[in-house]
Every structure is written in structure tokens, then in C-alpha cells.
């Protein structure tokens, strides 16, 4: 067994890694060429020509296109119809960064082991032998009859939904069907916008503006560690000693309990466990308004009682954090008010205290002024929440008690990465009819009925809403290499078969466009077959304010596609707005849970394989931790006088129990953690994702709780032992 992973692989190749890479590049190219692919779309898209000089040089006969992955606008290279390179757009103004998986994408789009065509998976039976051909036409009637049958007992679960044009596809279903959705994310956190709705009555927090603080505070804060967030760019203007104009570099304290990227590019970093932080930012914000009297909360009774229990001394007692650290922060803090920002977040948020830390971060911002000196971007918040954890939960309650007759699975893979104690897979055995849209035989696809696989987004026509009324257009680069197909086609499709006036346009659309046989002279692009290219182009139209049949909607159309996106008219600037804040909302101070008395487990994103996946992209796994440095698997981060004194040598295996569930992986001498936390990565562990990702690493996800509503994957107690 390979010390990366914790079961055995069913065949062992002999293959090294170099050589893998350097034979994975040359089948992934014979798999293109041989296939229908690599051909441009048959619709007119639009290449990004008007290029900054720095991309002008060299480049040959390779085109750029503006396009959309996971939300985010990018820049794709093609060279003869093939997609090369992702990059950043360099004139997006969403403010949106680009992880390691944005510039893998392309491996995703060559993987050998996506689903090639629709199957009859015969779900109870994972052995592949059992699995047969199935067809678009078949899945198609079977799945319109029983949306016409089954009606509000039918669900579409998917990922979190960004997109306008698939929003709207799905409300056309539900309004006709009753359908219902619910969207799942495995990784979102609920806590911040917990903490902001019961403290302004506004669930979307805003985004901060680190680019303008003189001193960042980061409570468990992981920005760096989260390039997709887009905060990079802004954290690293203020840290150059060479700032223009006469400006100084910023100062940057980070309280942590595990050794992040954040954390690792501190001025000053103070080790406090996830489950202590939010007492340990109660007791500053006891020292700024209620010692200090600082700020506009000094005069309020009701904040005074509830930081009362958090005196420096007092939770230096608890914490072990000396209390002139703590003050000597707080000093700091008083002194750049109206400079001072205090971030939260990242995996400490998925603590039990998650809402009360981001509490006490808004308590502190209150009172250095960062809302009132524009700290925060008021214009640009985070999107809304998905169901989460709680929509899941009771979504399993209800296929447990045979309340739903059809699941359509988009995008999400709950068997693989929900909590154990939801039994994914137990309650869609109780399901009578599953389909998943997924692009291959993955862990849910598994226990479907059929495969109906969705095309990569390279591949397929759609849109993303982006901050500050951004919205980007999604428009392939390339035909589809297999026989898969769009979501949005899909889910039109299927409006249209149930009635839905505007899908019905697009599919008649579509059908006489492919009819209608073009003069032999016309240089004008082959009819298109994409019921999604003619759905987003009516979206677009009266987004536009403009008739679809027009030349000026044409020409405005291409202006977009150029372009890669649409800004909407801005309202009118307005100052920032005054905070008023709820008194209510400090019972999440109220009912802190106390810390575990041992242990604690902190489960977090893997930098690059994020949720998982993405698990059979050989890059993501050939990136390594920039803080551990290992690749190709995760480990346990233990801290190194606990590590030493149970006589582990790095990559000896350990028991992990988390007392509803456990598993076993190898542990890691971690410099920089909290003695009495320990952490591992999310995003391993797959069982069904293809040959390269297959069993690689432990699997955490089912080490998380589901409880109070919320999903906890940090601050667990646990126990640890070593495997002998």
C-alpha cells in the first residue's frame, strides 16, 4: 500500500508519476482527436481579439474566449480548436480570483473516465459489468412521463445555482410540475450570514476592502488559503514596504489554531484553537467598548452585559493565550481605529461557535469604525445562502419516509461528501427513480437508475451572476467530445416537454434552426442545435432591453460575447450606511458551547481538490500543500511535542475518531498547530471518480456533524491513536 493511501488499489500498474503525466497528455490528445471534438462550436461565439499587448506577442494562430467556470469569468486559450490554457480576464471587474482548479479545468475536460454516453446504470449493483447503454430520447420520455405524474414529489437536488438562465430554466419546471429544489454545497458556511442577519437583519455580509486597512486582524481568517474569493490581490497591495504616493505597508495579526497560507504570511500570529476563538474575540471587544469605552457600542448596557463574562484575564485563563498579548492587541486595535478591519471566517466558521465568532467580529469592526470609514464594500456581498446542510437533512428525512418519487442529481454528489450520519445512500435506496446528471459514474451516480451525462462547461452555453450587477456569459470553446449535453439543454428540454411557454420557444427554435439549410455561399456559422443557445439569447434579449430578431441585438450579443460580460446600470453611489445593531443578536454570545477538554479536530478545503470533485485531475493532486508540501494524499497535522511524544515518524498511520464515525490516515509532524488541535483535509478519499483519483488519501467528509441545523467540521472532540 502506498503510504498516501488508506485501502487498497484493486491493480497496481507499475506506472511512476512522471510517466503518467507524460502518457496522460499524450491519451488525453489521441481521445480528442479521435472523438467528434475538437471542433469549434457551431454558434457564432465571440474570441476575446482586443487582447492587452502583453498577450499579443507570440501567440500565433491561437484565439481567446471569455467563458465561465464555477461562477467565475476566465480567459481560455484555444490552438486549432482545442483549449489549452485558462487564465485570468484581464478586464473582469467582479473581483472574483482564480484557483489551481480554474487553470485545471482542462484536464476535467480531456478525462478519460468521464461518462461518454447516457447508461442504464441499474443502481443497488456498483460492479460496472451490470451497467448498460441507455439513450437522450430514452431518458428523456422516461423522465417527462414521471414529471407529469409524479409533479411536487419530484427533486432536484444540485449544487449552489449562479446562473440566471438555469434559474430560470428550473422555474419554469417547478411552476408547471411542482417541483421542488434544493441546492447542497459541501462546503458552505452558514455562520457569517447567521451572524449578520440577527445582527442587521441582512444575511449577505459584505465584502471587505483589505486593501484599505492599516492593520488587518484575521480570526481564523483564510483568504489566502481561498484564491477564489478574490482577496489576494487586495491583501497584497498593502504589503509591499514600497508603497507609491507615501503609503505604508499594512500590519497583519492572524489568531489561528492550525498553520495556514494566511497565517504563514503574518506580521504576528497567535495560536488559538478553533473552538476559542470566539471567546478570545470577545474579550478584545470587552477591552475596546467596554474597558476603553471605544466606539458606539461603549454606551450600550446590553453589549456591556453580554461581553461581561469575557475579561482579558479570565479568558486568558481559559484559552492559555497571556493576557498582555491579548492587550496588546487591543491597543494596537484603538489606535488605527477607522484603519483597523477584523476578518472571520474560514474553517474555524464551521465550529459550533462559528455565529459567535462572527458576532464578536462585527462587535470589534463596530467599534474601530470600519464600516463607517468604508472598510466594506456595501455594493458587493456574498451570494445567498443554498439550503445547505439543513435542506439536505431534510430532504434525506423525507426519501427515508418515501415521500419523493423521483430525485434529478445535478452537480452534487451527497453520497460521497454529507455528513455519515445523513445515510445518503440508504435513503435513495427508498427513492423508486433516480437520475443523475452528473458527468460520470461517481459515488451517487452509482445508486441511480440512469446516467444522464452533463457536458463540461467548455463545452455548453450558460451564464453567471457576478457582483455589482456583473453577468458573465458562459459560451463554449469546443463541441462536446461525447454524447453528453448541457444542463441548461437538458433541463430546457424537459420544460418544454411539460409545457413551459418559454423553453417550448427555444426548443422550436432550435429544431427549425437546424432544419433551415444554410445558402451554399453564406459565410455565416452552421444553424445551432443548442435549445440552450436560443433560451440564453431571449434571457438576454430583454436583459438587454432589446428584440432578439434585431441587428442591434446582434450586434449588442456579440459586444457580450467579446467582452465575456455585462455590467447593468449602477445605481446612483451612496455613502456608507450606518450600522444599526440588534441587541438580539448577542445570545450568540450567550450560548457559547464550552471547548472539548481534550482534543479538537478541524476538517478544511484541500487547496487544491477543494470538495473533491474534481478527484481524478492528476494536477490538482500533483499540487502540493504550500504548508505541509505533501501531494498525492492528506494527512493528519498533529502538533509536533504531541506528535513526538506519541514516537510518530511522519507517515505512520492513526486512527482518527471522531465518535459518530472514524478513519484511518497517516499522520504529519505539523509546526505552528495549537497542542490540542489537530487537522485534516476535505476532498480525498474518493471511491468513484476514475483510475488516477480512485482511493487516494482518506475520505474526512463523514467525520463532520450535522446538528443545531448546521454543519460542524471544526472544534470536534476526537481522539487519536496510532495503528500499530
Not at 459586444?559 to 445570545?587: H, I, K, M, N, Y
Request: contains cysteine.
Amino acid at each position: 500500500m502506498h503510504p498516501i493511501e488508506t485501502t487498497e488499489r484493486a491493480d497496481e500498474s507499475g506506472v511512476d508519476r512522471r510517466e503518467f503525466f507524460r502518457l496522460s497528455g499524450t491519451l488525453a490528445a489521441a481521445g480528442a482527436l479521435a472523438s467528434a471534438g475538437c471542433q469549434p462550436p457551431q454558434e457564432a461565439t465571440i474570441p476575446f481579439h482586443d487582447m492587452p499587448e502583453s498577450l499579443v506577442e507570440g501567440l500565433g494562430h491561437a484565439r481567446f474566449f471569455h467563458t465561465v467556470i464555477d461562477g467565475t469569468p476566465v480567459l481560455v486559450r484555444t490552438r486549432e480548436g482545442r483549449p489549452i490554457l485558462v487564465a485570468p480576464s484581464p478586464a473582469d471587474a467582479s473581483g472574483r480570483g482564480l484557483s489551481v482548479r480554474h487553470h485545471a479545468a482542462l484536464m476535467d475536460l480531456y478525462d478519460p473516465d468521464r461518462a461518454r454516453a447516457p447508461l442504464s446504470v441499474r443502481r443497488g449493483n456498483g460492479a460496472i459489468t451490470a451497467i448498460a447503454a441507455s439513450s437522450w430520447p430514452t431518458i428523456h420520455a422516461e423522465v417527462v412521463a414521471r414529471l407529469k405524474t409524479a409533479g411536487s414529489r419530484t427533486v432536484l437536488l444540485t449544487g449552489p445555482v449562479g446562473s440566471p438562465a438555469l434559474a430560470a430554466a428550473i422555474a419554469g419546471l417547478t411552476a408547471r410540475t411542482g417541483l421542488r429544489h434544493v441546492a447542497w454545497s459541501p462546503l458552505e458556511s452558514t455562520a457569517a450570514a447567521l451572524a449578520w442577519a440577527q445582527a442587521f437583519g441582512n444575511a449577505r455580509p459584505a465584502r471587505p476592502r483589505l486593501d484599505r486597512a492599516d492593520l488587518l486582524v484575521g480570526l481564523g481568517a483564510e483568504f489566502l488559503d481561498r484564491p477564489e474569493e478574490g482577496l489576494e490581490r487586495a491583501f497584497a497591495a498593502r504589503r509591499s514596504p514600497d508603497l507609491p504616493e507615501g503609503g505604508r505597508m499594512g500590519r497583519f495579526v492572524q489568531l489561528e489554531g492550525r498553520l495556514t497560507l494566511t497565517g504563514a504570511n503574518a506580521d504576528q500570529r497567535i495560536r488559538v484553537r478553533d473552538s476559542q476563538l470566539a471567546v478570545v474575540a470577545a474579550a478584545l471587544a470587552h477591552e475596546l467598548a467596554v474597558v476603553r469605552r471605544l466606539g458606539p457600542l461603549a454606551a450600550d448596557a446590553a453589549v456591556g452585559q453580554a461581553l461581561a463574562p469575557f475579561a482579558i484575564d479570565a479568558v486568558a485563563g481559559q484559552t492559555g493565550v497571556p493576557g498582555e498579548t491579548l492587550r496588546a492587541l487591543a491597543g494596537e486595535l484603538a489606535a488605527a481605529t477607522g484603519r483597523a478591519l477584523v476578518v472571520a471566517g474560514g474553517s474555524a466558521d464551521g465550529a459550533a461557535a462559528g455565529p459567535a465568532l462572527e458576532l464578536a467580529a462585527l462587535l470589534l469592526n463596530l467599534t474601530v469604525g470600519a464600516f463607517d470609514a468604508g472598510l466594506f464594500d456595501e455594493a458587493d456581498t456574498s451570494a445567498a445562502l443554498s439550503g445547505g446542510g439543513a435542506a439536505l437533512a431534510a430532504l434525506v428525512g423525507e426519501m427515508l419516509a418515501g415521500k419523493i418519487e423521483m430525485l434529478l442529481v445535478a452537480g452534487a454528489n451527497p453520497v460521497y461528501d454529507a455528513p455519515a450520519s445523513l445515510d445518503v445512500a440508504g435513503a435513495l435506496a427508498k427513492v423508486p427513480f433516480v437520475v443523475s446528471l452528473n458527468d460520470r459514474l461517481d459515488e451517487t451516480s452509482r445508486l441511480a437508475d440512469l446516467l444522464a451525462p452533463v457536458s463540461h462547461p467548455f463545452e455548453c452555453w450558460g451564464d453567471a451572476a457576478l457582483p455589482k450587477g456583473l453577468v458573465a456569459v458562459q459560451q463554449p470553446v469546443i463541441q462536446p467530445l461525447f454524447d453528453t449535453r448541457g444542463l441548461l439543454d437538458v433541463l430546457v428540454d424537459w420544460g418544454a416537454a411539460i409545457g413551459d411557454p418559454a423553453a417550448a420557444a427555444a426548443v422550436a427554435a432550435a429544431t427549425a434552426a437546424v432544419a433551415k439549410v444554410p445558402a451554399p455561399a453564406s459565410a455565416a456559422p452552421a444553424a445551432s442545435p443548442s435549445v440552450a443557445w436560443h433560451f440564453l439569447r431571449t434571457a438576454w434579449a430583454a436583459r438587454l432591453g432589446l428584440d432578439a430578431a434585431t441587428p442591434a441585438f446582434e450586434a449588442a450579443w456579440s459586444e457580450v460575447l467579446r467582452a465575456g460580460s455585462w455590467q447593468s446600470p449602477a445605481p446612483a453611489a451612496a455613502s456608507p450606511t450606518p450600522r444599526a445593531f440588534a441587541p438580539a443578536a448577542l445570545a450568540l454570545l450567550a450560548g457559547l458551547p464550552p471547548p472539548p477538554s481534550g482534543l479538537e479536530l478541524q476538517l478544511y478545503p484541500h487547496l487544491a481538490l477543494g470538495d473533491g470533485r474534481a478527484g481524478n485531475n492528476g494536477w490538482l493532486h500533483e499540487f502540493p500543500d504550500p504548508i505541509t508540501r505533501i501531494s498525492w494524499g492528506g494527512a493528519l497535522s498533529i502538533a509536533p511535542r504531541r506528535f513526538d511524544e506519541m514516537g510518530l515518524a511522519n507517515g505512520d498511520l492513526v486512527e482518527v475518531d471522531a465518535g459518530h464515525a472514524k478513519l484511518v490516515a497517516p499522520a504529519y509532524r505539523h509546526a505552528g498547530m495549537h497542542h490540542d488541535q489537530v487537522a485534516l483535509p476535505l476532498g480525498l478519499g474518493r471511491a468513484a471518480c476514475g483510475a488516477i483519483g480512485a482511493g487516494v488519501g482518506p475520505n474526512a467528509f463523514p467525520l463532520r456533524r450535522f446538528a443545531d441545523g448546521r454543519l460542524h467540521s471544526a472544534g470536534m472532540p476526537v481522539t487519536i491513536r496510532r495503528v500499530a
